[in-house]
């Protein structure tokens, strides 16, 4: 079965007696291991209670836009940078044309406009109403922008119509909302993720590290076992789970993890460099704690090993990826390193920008290549993690001479 395996769904529920199958798809798609949270039209509220649903979701059922509490974090804006997909189950013909118009005139339509997570629309109405040609150049103007459609299925509908308009069934739509994260660009192909800080321990007590979280190299981890490739993470001290089918190394210093990726060299393809591995560590480890003594302390410290550019100068060399977490004159730092290090591809993140930092869930990049670049826009560190692997699956393939299987 495919899996949804950490993903963020917003599910948008539309008003038609189709609505009540909701209940259904928060269960199908939570079984795929995805978390939900729902936004209900004030139609939806007629078939469906939005307590059903917040119970079932466990999150509080999202239905005003200009709700005062929501709204004081911009919250349709962080419901749209949260979705990893945006599902519209039962979309409406109402709905499939304010889309098709561009409209933002509720919740759920500004949402969609605002969030850079796909769009998958399951299409519920009346027969007449899905064959009429307003609704067909609706769905095919949404569908040559990139949307995505399961269905409608035919048979009985609840008018006493008899044709197409029916809802898919909700085991199905979640498997399609799953297939799609599913795209096979790196099948067969073993990739290494590095990520989190690194601890350069100065005595039993303490270290030297940096605010790096880790939640960008997991969301790689993540994007890459979705694209089809046996995944292995080596992660510095963090606070997150293991993503599903990741196998996890945990490490301490920039030794332990130098010493982790040569390891792991001989069965890499792909070498993503995401961790924040500290440049320096203490020349010599206390044997004691420190004690405070004197108003000034001088600590000698030594350069630690750069292990981007040992793993890129290794023989064979997987491709490698590194980052570029810079705080001013980003692009001109991240092209040296590019070339300094003879790196494949190069994450330039602006970690001194407002949200975009260390510890935040959202992220913008610029990926640089020998001869390219390419600036990726600001989402949640989930939805840019896919965009980054497809772009590294693209560069891979090019290197290799090969095709890559679109998503």
């Known amino acids: 079965m495919a899996h949804l395996f950490n993903r963020n769904v917003v599910l948008g529920v539309c008003g038609g007696i189709a609505a009540y199958k909701a209940a259904f798809l928060v269960r199908e798609l939570q079984a795929r291991g995805a978390d939900v949270r729902v936004i209900m039209?004030?139609?939806?509220?007629?078939?469906?209670?939005?307590?059903?649903?917040?119970?079932?979701?466990?999150?509080?059922?999202?239905?005003?836009?200009?709700?005062?509490?929501?709204e004081r974090g911009m919250g349709h804006i962080e419901l749209a940078r949260w979705a990893d997909l945006l599902l519209i189950a039962p979309a409406t013909a109402d709905c499939i044309a304010?889309?098709?118009?561009?409209?933002?005139?509720?919740?759920?339509?500004?949402v969609a406009l605002a969030t850079a997570a796909p769009l998958l629309?399951?299409?519920?109405m009346n027969q007449q109403m899905w064959a009429d040609p307003a609704t067909?150049?609706?769905?095919?103007?949404?569908?040559?922008?990139?949307?995505?459609?399961?269905?409608?299925?035919?048979?009985?509908q609840a008018c006493g119509d008899v044709g197409t308009g029916?809802?898919?069934?909700?085991?199905?739509?979640?498997?399609?909302?799953?297939?799609?994260?599913?795209?096979?660009?790196?099948?067969?192909?073993?990739?290494?993720?590095?990520?989190?800080?690194?601890?350069e321990a100065l005595d039993p007590v303490r270290y030297l590290s940096n605010h790096s979280s880790g939640k960008m190299g997991f969301a790689l981890a993540t994007a890459c076992v979705d694209a089809g490739a046996r995944t292995t993470l080596i992660s510095g001290?963090?606070?997150?789970?293991?993503?599903?089918?990741?196998?996890?190394?945990?490490?301490?210093?920039?030794?332990d993890m130098l010493?982790?990726?040569?390891?792991?060299?001989?069965a890499c393809d792909i070498f993503i460099a995401c961790a924040a591995v500290a440049d320096y560590r203490p020349a010599q480890i206390a044997g004691e704690k420190i004690k405070k003594e004197d108003e000034q302390l001088t600590l000698t410290l030594v350069r630690n090993p750069d292990i981007v550019a040992t793993v890129a100068a290794a023989e064979p060399r997987p491709f490698t990826v590194g980052f570029a977490a810079e705080t001013r004159d980003l692009l001109a730092y991240a092209r040296g390193k590019l070339e300094r290090k003879r790196l494949d591809l190069v994450v330039a993140n602006d970690v001194a920008a407002e949200g975009i930092g260390f510890n935040s869930d959202d992220n913008a990049v610029t990926l640089l290549w020998p001869g390219g670049e390419e600036a990726l826009p600001r989402t949640g560190k989930g939805s840019l993690a896919r965009l980054i692997i497809?772009?590294?699956?693209?560069?891979y393939a090019a290197a290799r001479g090969t095709a890559v299987v679109s998503p």
């Open 41 to 70: 039209t004030r139609g939806a509220e007629a078939f469906i209670t939005p307590l059903t649903l917040q119970a079932l979701s466990t999150h509080p059922v999202h239905r005003d836009l200009l709700d005062a509490e929501a």
């Open 98 to 110: 304010r889309l098709a118009a561009g409209r933002a005139d509720d919740l759920l339509t500004t």
């Open 121 to 124: 629309l399951a299409p519920a």
């Open 136 to 156: 067909t150049a609706n769905i095919a103007t949404l569908e040559g922008r990139g949307v995505h459609r399961i269905g409608p299925a035919a048979g009985d």
């Open 166 to 199: 029916r809802m898919s069934e909700p085991q199905a739509i979640a498997g399609h909302a799953a297939a799609l994260f599913e795209h096979g660009a790196l099948a067969g192909l073993r990739v290494v993720v590095t990520a989190g800080p690194t601890r």
């Open 237 to 255: 001290p963090v606070t997150l789970e293991t993503p599903a089918h990741v196998a996890r190394r945990d490490v301490e210093s920039a030794e």
């Open 259 to 266: 010493a982790a990726s040569l390891a792991a060299l001989p």
């Open 390 to 395: 497809e772009r590294i699956a693209a560069r």
